[in-house]
């Protein structure tokens, strides 16, 4: 069975910097993907990014990076220029034949 | 485009009552998910449909919760008897459908917050 570790429970920055998320997960599938996700107050999931496990290149969506580690099972999120609204819960995910496996997250305050 | 509909938004109960979850998928999405999010925790699968036929359900606690999704659109979730240990947030959402060699992406509805008291 899979599953996803984020070793931070709680992160903290000023508005403006850079902050990286953690995530390690394990599994024996060769073909996967990997997602972040964000969870405001609202409770609504929102996707940020997305990475293919075939693809050698880390995915980026605007002031979202990733750094992708296949062979480390490591799958961390950058977040630079970070704003108020950042402020979130941070899912890491791993999807493998349609089933996604959450870790249990990291609360992310973006202090003004 | 809309996005998944789910209702109530928040539930209190008494342990031992019965309570219902219902949810809308985004319309022409085969597949419709159940979570349940527990305080503290990242979601947890519960049941998986393609259109109205079971995927996965090896995670619901099958002498408690049963769902179903008639029609294959609208899914209804429901607990009876409730347990303290019930108390969570009610995932719903819904992605395109099953694809053999790519990831269809799931878009999440707003959540119930059951609350068994």
């Known amino acids: 069975a899979q599953t996803v570790t984020q070793s931070q429970p709680e992160m903290s920055v000023q508005e403006a910097e850079t902050v990286t998320l953690s995530c390690t997960y394990d599994t024996s599938e060769s073909n996967y993907y990997l997602f972040w996700y964000k969870q405001p107050p609202s409770r609504q999931m929102i996707l940020v990014i997305r990475q293919e496990a075939y693809k050698q290149q880390n995915a980026t969506e605007n002031r979202f990076s990733v750094n992708f580690q296949k062979a480390a099972k490591s799958f961390s999120l950058k977040i630079s220029d970070s704003q108020l609204g950042d402020t979130a819960m941070y899912f890491c995910?791993?999807?493998?034949?349609?089933?996604?496996?959450f870790g249990q997250g990291t609360r992310l305050t973006i202090n003004p | 485009e809309a996005g998944v509909a789910q209702s109530p938004r928040y539930k209190i109960i008494e342990k031992r009552q019965s309570v219902a979850f219902w949810c809308n998928p985004i319309?022409?999405?085969?597949?419709l998910y159940w979570y349940q999010q527990i305080l503290g925790q990242g979601p947890k699968l519960l049941i998986q449909?393609?259109?109205?036929?079971?995927?996965?359900d090896s995670q619901l606690p099958k002498d408690r919760f049963s769902a179903e999704r008639l029609k294959g659109v609208d899914s209804t979730l429901k607990i009876q008897p409730a347990k303290l240990e019930d108390s969570a947030v009610y995932l719903c959402?819904?992605?395109?459908?099953?694809?053999?060699?790519?990831?269809?992406?799931?878009?999440f509805g707003p959540g119930t917050r059951l609350t068994v008291l």
């Open positions: 449909f393609q259109n109205n036929g079971v995927v996965d």
């Open positions: 319309s022409g999405h085969a597949t």
């Open positions: 959402a819904s992605s395109l459908g099953l694809a053999a060699r790519s990831y269809n992406e799931q878009f």
């Open positions: 995910a791993f999807g493998g034949a349609q089933k996604l496996v």
